[in-house]
């Protein structure tokens, strides 16, 4: 009976590593392999976790690379704002991702926060709240806690600075007008859009946000420094004071 078993273990086991076997990528079909189907069809025609296994490159003894892909953007509830929010240790929690593959999947992640940036001109021209958001939004909405940004303009309305003045914890930042307007005054400024950021993904103001608006909008009067807009920025969009009719 002890030999009957002892075969019947291994072919369980042969069997098992068998299955396992099977489900690597490198068993598929050459059009449905991530690498080879990115080179057959282009870019456009893989899914985002065909586009994560990619940058996995291989997953674990139980699952593909494109099974440990799905599971981490299901983690994240597939969408790639919350996974661009992960740090290393966070992405080292799934079995078969260790250092490299978390740094190689943070880069990725950065770089297209970089192109989002690096889309805007250099100087850049501020007609409606939407032009500012665009700005700042791949700035701050992805960040886990909260930073206080003022655009520089011209009397044309034209960008000519861009300053973090604040960065803070998860419920709030401290705000100085003395340095806002030092910048203000350094880079002759004419007007400033004020925006800051809600890691809790909330959109409207709370009644310190109100207030802090109304101080540094008399504070820029007494200096003939304009608050044009105060923007509230979270993965859900933005709020603008000015829309809103809060300045």
């Known amino acids: 009976m002890a030999i009957q078993s002892h075969h019947f273990n291994l ?93 190689n999947v943070t880069a990725a992640m950065e770089l297209g926060r970089r192109r989002q940036i690096a889309l805007v001109s250099e100087r850049p021209r501020i007609r409606v709240s939407k032009d500012a958001f665009k700005l700042l939004g791949p700035r701050l909405v992805d960040l886990r806690h909260e930073e206080f940004w003022i655009l520089l303009l011209n009397r044309a309305n034209y960008v000519i600075g861009t300053e973090c003045v604040s960065s803070g914890g998860v419920a709030g930042t401290v705000v100085d007008a003395k340095i806002i307007f030092k910048k203000a005054v350094l880079a002759l400024a004419s007007s400033i859009i004020l925006c800051h950021n809600h890691p809790s993904g909330g959109l409207q103001p709370s009644q310190a946000d109100l207030d802090i608006t109304q101080k540094l909008r008399k504070g820029g009067k007494s200096l003939d420094i304009m608050i044009l807009d105060h923007l509230i920025i979270s993965e859900r969009g933005f709020y603008s004071f000015a829309d809103e009719g809060k300045l």
Not at 62 to 73: D, F, N, Y
């Open 11 to 103: 072919y369980t086991m042969t069997v098992s590593n068998y299955a396992i076997t099977q489900t690597a990528i490198k068993f598929w079909a050459e059009e449905d392999r991530p690498r080879e189907k990115l080179m057959l069809k282009g870019k456009q025609s893989l899914t985002n976790s065909e586009l994560l296994a990619i940058l996995l490159g291989s997953g674990n003894r139980e699952e593909s690379a494109l099974g440990l892909a799905q599971r981490v953007l299901h983690s994240v509830d597939n969408k790639l704002s919350e996974l661009s929010k992960c740090g290393l240790k966070d992405l080292m929690q799934f079995k078969g991702i260790g250092e490299a593959k978390a740094v």
